[in-house]
Structures are given as structure tokens and as C-alpha cells.
């Protein structure tokens, strides 16, 4: 592959949650809009990424009652992490979920028939089927705006490069540097997605984060699964099962009947 | 569902942070922005499913036509006269089956020519694709012998020959069938939704037997308005009652041996429907009603009795696919079941 896999940052000490991500993403990419529904959670009436919903701001509050100075307010956009193993592009019993030239993963829309396979198929609840569209859809790392040189409109429009967009390799030793000012400073930091426990199964993640705490805070789970680790079981299970049966029928319709 | 809905329904659970936030942060006293969150507001990690009734009724009628089409061929195979009728009823069910499985994997997809999507590439390592073709080689072989089986009747102006027929039974047949009663479990199974994965070495399985057992029922039931022997019968109902036997020991050691991730299928109300109409309903009841032909040496044709064992055992299979498919939305709604990582 001629071009380098190309992908997000996404710093949370860095992020204000103005939510100009959401919106930028949801223009560009003409989403429709989710209504109006009051959460109680925070400043975030969004909850969770969509079908329709590509990038989310979470924003996790910690009140110290004791030592009120320790208290923080996190804020973090959350997204497709398009994984190097990823659930959702291996489940694709079309072919429509592909990994383009920049390595992202991509659902191709025409091609897509909505069986939904995917769904519960990605360890980080990120895809979901648009139900008027009838397809699957999720962040597409602006494939649109990358073809003509473009950066992400999520990137572009992050007023405090909170989230940046560029090769992989490149935005790593960025996540590097700030964590290991971070630690200078004697503030809590680790990157999710890059080599820790979360990489077991899917690798490591195109779209990381630089996270202050642990990653279930965030809503990001700690050990994320790859479904089809679980085939072979499954495989083994029914076969079995259907072997054993067929050995039932052949001794109960066996030509020579037992009540002769 | 949209989102003014979505939200409603999670405010009327428990307002915003869910009973379990609440209960945490009635343990601290800080209001629920205490330090040790478990979860972002107990927001679903995982996006749920959308299968709705047309995949559970896939799932049962699919099973029950990979097993119609199995006891067709064992029952052939075995070549008892009295048989005959069983051999036919199954060869015309198994294709009114895989008929009926296509069109509700069409409708749930909404247009007819998505499912040709799915025949654009072949991936092993993906179990929606193996089990379209599964289906597919699967409802070809059933269309097959439903041919050769309307000739043998003398209602076909014309034999499948036997160069083609042959061939594709002997190298499919099997394999087609096999997948075709298992694949909706694996589908299942290796996703990521806690109940559904941590179930994987039972789930497979416990479908095949309810496939085999609801398979059975349905034959029997169709013996017994088509005035078959009470031979056949018996030997059905002894396949039935290991089949449902097998089943039954499955789910309970699942439920003894799961833990907190098998909750949404075995508790509350979705674990005593599932009690009640699958492990009662659908496989304790019919085996005792058919206890007795089975174990007499005269077996005697009892319409009524057959009938009943039958409705129930199919009724317990719906509930079982539907428990299944169901309790995996759940699941995926349960973001402490998934953090906690049961893997």
C-alpha cells in the first residue's frame, strides 16, 4: 500500500466539549438530526454514537467532596476506532465492509443489504443500521474528504486539536510525547488503543485515545472481544450435536426395526 | 424507536444513571460523580441487534426444515414400508421450510435482491455468509428431492435426472443439512454480546436438538393427520424424546454454569417463560405424553395425545429461539456485563 494508514488521536485532556465535532460531522456528512431529548447525564444529550451519530461527546464528571480542588470534568469525542482486526468487517457477509487505501474501514452503502451481521459484531457498539436507509452505517474517516487530500471534518473543525488527524505511525509518537509530558507533570495519562490490554483481540486501533483514567470510565471497554474467536466453539458445539442426533436417527430407522 | 423515545425509556428505568448508578451513588453520598465509575452513566456499551420476529421465525422454521429434510433421508434410508408416508410428508415440509426461510430473510431485509448481495462473495470466516449458503445448497437439495418425491407420487410430468440429482445429494446433502440446523447458533454465538458468546459451546448445540425435536413434533403431527402407522410414529417420538432430553440437560447445565452474563435469558420474566413453555411446555410435557407409545411394545395411534405433544414442543422451539435472539438485546443493553468482561 503506497499511502500510510491514516487516523485519529483523540486527546482528552485537551478536549473543552464544545462539540464542534459532532456538528461538523454531521454537516459534512448530512446526518439527520436525532431530536431533542434531555439525558440528565452532564452536558451530554447525545449519549452514544448512531447510525446517525459519528462522533460523541462524553463528558464524565468527578466531584470530590472532600478535596474539592481534586475534583475534574472529562470530555472526551468518541468514534469508530477502525480496528486493524475489525468485528464488523469480518462478520460483512457482503464484501460491503472493506478497508480502503488509507486504511480505513469502510461500509460501502451500495453495496450493504442491512442484514445487521455487524451490529453486534463490533466489540465497541460503534455501527448500527439506519433504519430508513435500511444499511449499516458508521464514521467513515471522511473517505470523501481524504480522496482529495482533505483532513476528517471532525479534525478540521477541533479548536483545540483535541482531535488530530494524520499517518498512524506519526500520530503515535505525537501520543508518545504528550504522555510523557503529561507524566512530567504529574498527571495521569495512558493511550488507549495503541499497545495495552485492549489490543488483545482487535489489534491496535486507528482512532486512539489519550485517556486520564481507565478506560471504562469512558464507556470504552477494557478487553474488547473479537467475535469470530468464538467460532470455533460454536462450530465444534453444534456439530457435535448434530452428529450425535444423526447417529440417533440411524439406530432408530435402521432397516431391521428392534421390535421384530 | 427514535431518540425522544429511547431516552424516555431510559429515564422512566431509572432516571439517567440507571438503578445501579443510583444504588453506587447512594453507597458514597457524592450524587453519583464520585471517582469510581464502572460506566459512562450505565450507557449500553454495544448497539443491540435489530432482528426482529422474521429472523426468530427464520431460526424455528429453519431448524425444523434442516430436521424434516434429515428424518427424510435416515427414514429412506431405513427402507421400512411403513415409513413411506413419513419419507414424503418430510421431503414436502423440508421444501415448504426452505421456502419459507428465504422469504423471511428477504423480508427482513426489505427488497428481494439484497440476498443476492450475500452471494457476491464467499467468507468462511464470516457465519451470515456460510449460512446463506448453507441455505441456499440446503433449499436446492430439498427442491430436488420435493421434485423426485412429487414424480415417485405421480404428480410430476417429468424425473430429475438422476446425473444431476445424485451427485449433488451425495457431495451437499449432508454437510448443507448439518450447517443448516447449527449455523443460526454459531451466528449467535460469535458476536459480541455477553449471553450470546459465553454461551457458545451450548447454544450451537441446544439449537440442533430443539431443530431435531421440533423437527419430530412437526413430522409426527403431520403423521398423524395423514393417517400414517403408529410404527412410525413411535420411532419419531423416540427421536423426539432424545432429542428434547439432550436439550433439556443442555439449557440446565448452561444456566447452572453461566454467570452473571446468562441473566437476561434466565431471570426474571424471559427465565420463567422460558421455564414454563420451553423446558416444562415444550420438551418435559410432550416426552411424558409420549412416554407411553414409546415404551409399549403395541404401540396404539392417539390423534389427540400426538397432536398436543406436538403443538406443545413447537410452541416451547418458538419461545426458545425467540428467548435466545431476545435476551441478546438485553444484554447488549447491560454496559456493566460488558465492561466487567466475562471473557
Known sequence: ?260 | MDATEKHGAQFAAGGAYGPDAVADSMQRGDGGFGRDQQTYYDHPVLQKPHWKWEVVTYFFIGGMAAASSALAALAASGGDPDDALLVRNARYSALAGALASGALLVKDLGRPERFLNMLRIVKLKSPMSVGVYALSVFSMNAGVRALEQLHADGHAPFAVPGWLAKPLRVTTGAPATALMACYTGVLVSATAIPVWFTGRRHIPAIFVCSAVSTGAALQNALLVLTGGSARTAKKLAIVELIASCAEAVLLLHWRLSAGESAKPLFRGARGRRLERFTLVGGLALPALLLLPSVLSRRPRHDRLLGLTAAVAALFGGYVLRESIVHAGRDSADDARAYLRHPE
Not at chain 1, 431530536?35 to 452536558?43: D, H, T
Not at chain 1, 479548536?159 to 504529574?186: C, M, N, Q, W, Y
Not at chain 1, 495495552?196 to 483481540?201: A, F, K, S, Y
Not at chain 1, 470504552?220 to 458445539?237: D, G
Request: charged share 20%.
Open chain 1, 1 to 260: 500500500m503506497s499511502t500510510p494508514e491514516h487516523g485519529f488521536f483523540t486527546d482528552v485532556t485537551l478536549c473543552i466539549g464544545c462539540k464542534a465535532c459532532e456538528v461538523a460531522c454531521k454537516q459534512w456528512n448530512q446526518l439527520p438530526a436525532d431530536g431533542y431529548a434531555f439525558s440528565g447525564n452532564s452536558y451530554d444529550n447525545t449519549n452514544g454514537l448512531s447510525a446517525t451519530t459519528w462522533r460523541h461527546v462524553a463528558f464524565v464528571e468527578q466531584m470530590d467532596r472532600v478535596e474539592p480542588s481534586a475534583s475534574r470534568w472529562m470530555m472526551m469525542s468518541d468514534v469508530c476506532k477502525h480496528c486493524t482486526n475489525a468485528g464488523c468487517l469480518e462478520a460483512c457477509p457482503t464484501g460491503a465492509i472493506v478497508r480502503n487505501e488509507f486504511g480505513d474501514v469502510y461500509v460501502q452503502p451500495d453495496v450493504c443489504n442491512g442484514c445487521g451481521y455487524c451490529v453486534p459484531s463490533c466489540p465497541f457498539g460503534v455501527v448500527a443500521i439506519q433504519p430508513e436507509a435500511g444499511v449499516a452505517q458508521k464514521c467513515t474517516l471522511c473517505y470523501d474528504r481524504q480522496k482529495d487530500g482533505l483532513e476528517p471534518a471532525c479534525a478540521k473543525s477541533c479548536p483545540t486539536d483535541s482531535i488530530t488527524f494524520g499517518p498512524v505511525e506519526e500520530l503515535r509518537a505525537l501520543a508518545e510525547a504528550r504522555v510523557a509530558k503529561l507524566h512530567a507533570e504529574g498527571r495521569e495519562a495512558h493511550l488507549y488503543g495503541v499497545d495495552g490490554p485492549e489490543t488483545r483481540d482487535v489489534g491496535a486501533l486507528n482512532a486512539f485515545f489519550l485517556i486520564p483514567d481507565r478506560p471504562e470510565v469512558f464507556n470504552l471497554p477494557p478487553k474488547p472481544v473479537l467475535p469470530s474467536k468464538f467460532q470455533r466453539a460454536a462450530y465444534t458445539s453444534g456439530l457435535l450435536g448434530a452428529l450425535a442426533l444423526t447417529a440417533v436417527g440411524l439406530a432408530v430407522f435402521r432397516p431391521k426395526p428392534w421390535s421384530a
